[in-house]
């Protein structure tokens, strides 16, 4: 299946990207801000039966599609402005993706959104300001949109605040993304429909009492003392959902969503608090080895798994190396991106890795071997019971990969569950450090 622009982050390992997809979910909550809304619906029905765009009068629920479709492209757009996010905000138009059936996607993204769109953006409209991107072989459209002048002007005129706009709870949260064509450049592994089955099911259970429990959650955040630039986000943003690679569920399945996992690190370090407290980062040392011993029968060693003699100064860059070993199906015969920089200019990559298997020979015949994913599966299913139990105990816990966000006061009882957990999952010590 296409990809489909989705209205969630995009999920990948790092969440540094700050350009975001346009979010269907959004909808006005005040009655100040349902007043433009249907104010924009009145003057759109009015400009098609001005020019007879509408021949015949719509259906009941394809008027019901358009104003919430409306409703959505406003309401993003006015949180979008208030809240001055960094970026822009990006939609499809693809007709190829927007008339398939999918599970992926919201009511407010059918067939009719770029007809809308453009509509909302007629000259004598203007609410709307979109660049259409040009069409790519391959490669769904793009287009990024702003807010008019019109929806500005109404946004002072009625003195919108961002707290005036909610959003509906979001649709799919187990997602499943097929394996990336690595002949096919545009190919950026789009989303795979599935039939649900008892696994899918106890996984999405999992995450719904997460969500709900998350929902509630006294969290705050104060920027006193961070630098800018300072990440935009919305507090309320705490949904989560797994995503599952390879077009398998035993491969990924990483927890995506959070607001706090779009902060930079010294920033959630700094100024997120949770139940009154500050928040204390956790994580897992070592995770990704340590599981490669495990599958492997072995025991990892007790030193610092990325500690290799001769590059004792390039910890960071054989850890980096190390992990791309893991799930590279090949034998490496270059720097991974983005690492080469962590080395010596001498350094060669076949030196590198043949220090790591020398280090590491238990696990030897482990690299190159794609196993990554499935690693990473293990990883994700140990981050969901570690929340859970948590949960259990009454302390909230924000996930971010393999690291947990909790309240300072219960970090030994945090520790101690990601500690108990790790091992049963495993059948190895694990290792958890808090990061400052």
């Known amino acids: 299946m296409d990809q489909i622009a989705p209205t969630f982050d995009t999920p990948d390992d790092e969440v540094e990207e700050r350009e975001r997809p346009f979010n269907a979910y959004r909808f006005a909550a005040s009655e100040n801000a349902k007043a433009i809304v249907a104010e924009v619906i009145r003057l759109l029905l009015n400009y098609e039966a001005h020019f007879g765009l509408k021949k015949n009068k719509r259906r009941a629920k394809d008027q019901e599609t358009l104003d919430l479709t409306v409703n959505a492209i406003l309401s993003d757009l006015m949180h979008h402005h208030l809240v001055g996010e960094e970026g822009s905000i990006y939609v499809t138009r693809s007709n190829r993706v927007l008339g398939t059936k999918s599970r992926y996607r919201p009511r407010a993204y059918s067939k009719m959104f770029p007809y809308i769109l453009d509509l909302m953006a007629k000259p004598e409209m203007g609410f709307v300001v979109q660049d259409v991107a040009p069409a790519v072989e391959g490669l769904a459209r793009s287009t990024v949109i702003r807010a008019g002048q019109p929806l500005q002007s109404r946004i002072d005129e009625y003195q919108i605040g961002s707290d005036e706009l909610d959003q509906h709870p979001h649709g799919e949260t187990i997602i499943l993304k097929r394996t990336k064509d690595v002949d096919d450049y545009w190919d950026e592994g789009g989303f795979e429909e599935y ?165 590491h020979p238990l696990i030897k015949d482990s690299f190159h071997r794609g196993l990554g994913h499935e690693t990473q599966f293990v990883e994700s299913q140990i981050m969901v019971e570690v929340i859970l139990t948590l949960k259990a105990e009454g302390i909230v816990a924000l996930p971010i990969h393999d690291a947990v966000m909790v309240p300072a006061t219960k970090t030994a009882t945090a520790t101690e569950v990601m500690l108990s957990t790790f091992h049963r999952h495993t059948g190895v010590e694990g290792i958890v450090t808090e990061e400052t």
Do not use: C
Not at 239 to 247: A, P, W
Not at 260 to 269: I, P, V
Not at 272 to 279: D, P, V, Y
Not at 303 to 332: C, E, N, P
């Open 195 to 359: 039939e649900d089955t008892a696994v899918t099911d106890k996984f999405r259970q999992e995450l719904d009492h997460i969500n709900q429990w998350l929902a509630s959650a006294d969290l705050r955040f104060d920027n006193a003392g961070i630098p800018w630039p300072r990440t935009t986000f919305h507090i309320g943003d705490r949904q989560l959902r797994r995503v599952f690679t390879q077009g398998r569920f035993d491969s990924g399945g990483r927890m995506f969503g959070g607001f706090w996992q779009r902060l930079r690190k010294h920033e959630r370090r700094q100024g997120l608090w949770i139940s009154g407290e500050k928040a204390v980062e956790l994580d897992y040392g070592q995770v990704g080895p340590r599981i490669v011993y495990a599958r492997s029968g072995q025991k990892p060693p007790t030193d610092d798994l990325y500690h290799l003699w001769g590059y004792t100064q390039q910890r960071d860059g054989i850890k980096r190396v190390m992990s791309a070993m893991i799930f590279a199906s090949d034998r490496l015969d270059r720097f991974p991106k983005g690492t080469r920089k962590l080395f010596r200019r001498s350094d060669k990559i076949g030196e590198v890795v043949e220090a790591i298997e020398a280090k």
